[in-house]
């Protein structure tokens, strides 16, 4: 993309440091799904071990894995109401870290449930992202997993000559970016020069004019699309494995009549946008050095959300 927009100093932060792996922000760690109530998981967000489970009231917690009486791991205890109970001696902790008839207090995360994703947060006392509005309705994918580092796949959203080259797109306007320091946004809009048959559907849809907003929130990525008669969105949380990456994501679309179909058919056309990406990122070692100005933007903004050493 010629258009440079600016660098956005006001950051200050050193060009050269690499990309934090696990920038301050929420991770969407599972789908909502897959934790019903009464479930125990372990998970590994940075260098935290924790446990998340769901009560029999169906709040989401999220506890240090190791218990604050002797340390057993919570993964092998079990839901009694609305407590984690341990294995080992049977103390029991509530989803704010709480412990019943005890003074310790266990470690607990923020959990939120957000277009049917489960985030957990690590260090930004913020809300965690959405999309869309209170008017759309939501569905989901089976997480996807992949072997490149997130990095990579969140530069691929905001790279925009890839726009043309992988997904047939031409910029009808120069792409605007923003940011407020917790997140980092980028407006474009295109039309389809594509003729495959999502390219034709969406070209169909859109009246050949397609408006995007996308938001970075450390390793959740937005993604808000107006195509005029309607909008549609996706949210796309990316855990670092270590393999590469897990891929949680939701789409999003106006209620309304025939909102199953729709919810189906923007599913398929995010779907099939991102399995373009896929195929090609795959194994990919992300330069950042690379001579793109909406870049570098990025890897500034994601530099700046470098977590404290604890
Ligand atoms: S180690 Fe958990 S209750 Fe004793
Ligand atoms: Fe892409």
Request: include cysteine; proline fraction near 6%.
């Amino acid at each position: 993309m010629s258009e440079a927009p600016e660098r956005l100093a006001s950051l200050a932060v050193p060009a050269r440091l690499p990309l934090p792996d696990w920038p301050l922000g929420w991770y969407a760690v599972a789908r909502s799904d897959d934790l019903p109530r009464g479930a125990v998981r372990r998970l590994t967000l940075a260098d935290e071990e924790i446990v998340l489970f769901r009560t029999a009231g169906g709040v989401p917690g999220a506890l240090d894995a190791f218990c604050p009486h002797m340390g057993a791991h919570l993964a092998h205890g079990r839901v009694t109401g609305e407590h984690l109970q341990c294995a080992l001696h049977c103390w029991r902790i509530g989803v704010d870290g709480g412990i019943v008839d005890q003074s310790p207090r266990a470690r607990a995360w923020p959990v939120r449930e957000v277009h049917g994703l489960v985030m957990i947060e690590l260090g930004a006392g913020a809300e965690p992202p959405v999309a869309g509005d209170d008017s759309f309705g939501w569905t989901g994918i089976a997480p996807l997993d992949i072997a490149v580092s997130w990095h990579a796949l969140m530069a691929n959203a905001f790279d925009m000559p890839h726009l043309c080259t992988v997904h047939h797109r031409a910029l009808l306007a120069p792409p605007e970016i923003s940011h407020d320091g917790r997140a980092f946004s980028l407006r474009y809009v295109s039309r389809v020069t594509g003729t495959g048959l999502s390219d034709r559907v969406m070209q169909r849809l859109s009246g050949d004019r397609i408006d995007v907003r996308l938001t970075c929130h450390g390793s959740v990525l937005v993604v808000e699309t107006d195509l005029g008669f309607t909008r549609t969105a996706a949210i796309v949380g990316m855990v670092p494995t270590e393999q590469g990456t897990r891929l949680n994501a939701a789409f999003g679309v106006r209620r309304g009549p025939l909102l199953g179909l729709r919810l189906a058919l923007t599913r398929w056309l995010f779907g099939a946008f991102l399995r373009r990406d896929l195929g090609i990122v795959e194994g990919m070692r992300l330069r950042t050095d690379v001579d793109d100005a909406t870049l570098q933007a990025l890897f500034d903004f994601l530099r700046s959300r470098r977590r404290p050493r604890r």
